[in-house]
């Protein structure tokens, strides 16, 4: 047990089975990120997934939002500690995209337009585990929470989910991307509480 | 982006309250003693721990308030009503009384005394705590760095660190602005930070300036939109956001 603070006595108890430890509960949905929100015109955007061959499969957003979807709803956790339950949102799995391409890779790296970056583990984007979204809460996803389409991947911390995701790079290495390389930790899983390294 | 250095597990340490000075009414500067703290960079976080005796506890992450200084370390906190650890901090909580710290954490919203850039900061209420750390860590450096601080405040009486902003320093240009309640005798009516007050109070964009902003999150969106219209690249600015949003 850590050191005591006199007279803390503290507040949430007990609390949510489906909160992660040290998470508070938000109603609000709280818009977090490095820099000014990106804003990209739609008749612009592009999302592509590469291969560690150079392999490349890009759509447009009209291609994107013509594929299959899915419907889905969350719960999401951020570092800061907030986490918000039953998000509801619409996009395309990331196993639709990453379809039957040719490749050994183990690892992702998310690029957002603006220049952010976040490395992930292949597997964890597999198996209806992940989604390139473009609604939230039924209407288009606003620029502050990554719109037109964010990466989400709601079983690690927020900072995975890469709002104005331009596209995924396959890796057979694993890179740390934008605050992975600042010291945050390289997987983030809320339930272990991987904020930083060594977690 | 520069890479931070950062070696094995960020430890807990044990903090000791040495020293308490209250900021406005509900705000209050506190000055740890953090045996074997590693130092830090402007701009940084930590996060800081609560154990009740009961065992349960609750973190939350706070800017450091001023350079890296030995073992000392100070963190200025603003009372959210009904808040879990701030009411804590901001009440009971005394000098001598221990609590876990950990950091320091975050290598981009930072700024170096070895960077020449101009630089502008823009603070809303309690966002003006990192900001001051890169003011207090541009004096002890001696660096020549123009620097603006653009401050946005309800009334005078919020001002965090009133007296030392107004001491007038080589350098330094301070521009307030007050959102509900101007000084006694001052011209104008209140008003809210815009495109305006910007373009007045940042630097030309080519002089290439380095902005930081930081604040309540529809505070760092307004200005930071408002930077992006006046012609600043979206990569000369950086945001850290404080305070949940409603939408
Ligand atoms: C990187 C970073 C740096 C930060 N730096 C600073 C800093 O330098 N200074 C600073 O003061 N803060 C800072 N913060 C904010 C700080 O971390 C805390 O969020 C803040 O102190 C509030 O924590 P709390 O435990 O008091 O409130 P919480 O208990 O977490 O409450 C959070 C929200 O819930 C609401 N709420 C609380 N209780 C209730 C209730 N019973 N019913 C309904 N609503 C309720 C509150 O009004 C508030 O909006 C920083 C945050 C980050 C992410």
Redesign the interface.
């Known amino acids: 047990?850590?050191?005591?603070?006199?007279?803390?006595?503290?507040?949430?108890?007990g609390g949510n089975p489906r909160l992660p430890p040290?998470q508070?509960l938000?109603e609000?949905?709280?818009?977090?990120?490095?820099?000014?929100?990106?804003r990209v015109h739609l008749d612009k955007w592009e999302f592509a997934v590469t291969t560690e061959k150079g392999e490349k499969r890009s759509w447009s957003f009209r291609e994107l939002t013509s594929l299959p979807s899915e419907k889905f709803t969350v719960d999401i956790h951020c570092v800061?500690?907030?986490s918000k339950l039953d998000t509801r949102w619409r996009g395309v799995p990331v196993e639709t995209l990453i379809g039957d391409l040719d490749t050994e890779a183990d690892y992702v790296l998310a690029h957002s337009y603006?220049?952010y970056t976040t490395n992930l583990p292949l597997a964890d984007l597999l198996d209806g585990q992940a989604w390139i979204a473009y609604e939230y809460n039924g209407k288009p996803l606003t620029p502050?929470h990554g719109g037109p389409a964010r990466l989400l991947v709601p079983h690690l911390y927020l900072w995975k989910s890469a709002k104005w995701v331009r596209g995924l790079e396959l890796a057979t290495k694993d890179e740390p991307g934008?605050?992975e390389?600042?010291?945050y930790h390289d997987y983030g899983d809320p339930w272990r509480e991987q904020?930083?390294?060594?977690? | 982006?520069a890479?931070?250095a950062?070696s094995?597990?960020?430890a807990?340490r044990?903090a000791n309250l040495a020293e308490i000075r209250q900021e406005t009414a509900t705000a209050r500067t506190l000055v740890f003693d953090v045996p074997g703290w590693p130092g830090h960079l402007a701009g940084q976080h930590v996060?800081v721990?609560?154990?009740?005796?009961d065992?349960?506890?609750?973190?939350?992450?706070y800017s450091l308030a001023a350079p890296s200084d030995g073992d000392r370390l100070e963190l200025t906190v603003q009372r959210v009503a009904g808040g879990?650890v701030s009411e804590?901090l901001t009440g009971?909580?005394?000098v001598g009384?221990?609590?876990?710290i950990?950091g320091p954490?975050?290598?981009?919203?930072v700024w170096r005394p070895t960077d020449p850039a101009p630089v502008l900061l823009v603070a809303g209420g309690s966002g003006v705590v990192p900001l001051m750390a890169m003011i207090r860590a541009r004096r002890a450096a001696g660096s020549r760095a123009l620097f603006r601080l653009v401050y946005s405040v309800r009334t005078p009486a919020d001002l965090y660190y009133a007296a030392e902003l107004r001491k007038p320093y080589a350098g330094l240009d301070v521009t307030y602005v007050y959102t509900r309640e101007l000084p006694d005798g001052a011209p104008g009516i209140p008003r809210r930070i815009s495109v305006a007050t910007l373009n007045t109070a940042s630097w030309p964009t080519d002089f290439g300036p380095t902005t930081f902003v930081c604040g309540p999150?529809a505070f760092v969106?307004t200005v930071?939109?408002a930077?992006?219209a006046l012609g600043h690249s979206?990569?000369s600015?950086?945001?850290e956001?404080f305070?949940?949003?409603?939408?």
Do not use: C, K, N
């Open positions: 047990m850590g050191v005591i603070t006199p007279g803390f006595t503290g507040r949430a108890r040290g508070y938000t609000d949905f709280p818009v977090l990120s490095a820099g000014p929100t990106q800061t500690q907030w603006g220049g502050e934008f605050w390389s600042s010291g904020r930083y390294q060594g977690d | 982006m890479r931070t950062v094995g597990r960020l807990w044990v996060d721990r609560l154990t009740a005796a065992g349960y506890t609750a973190q939350r992450s879990e804590h009971p909580y005394a009384d221990p609590v876990e950990r954490i975050g290598g981009w919203f999150t969106e930071a939109d930077l992006l979206p990569h600015i950086r945001t956001r305070g949940p949003s409603r939408d």
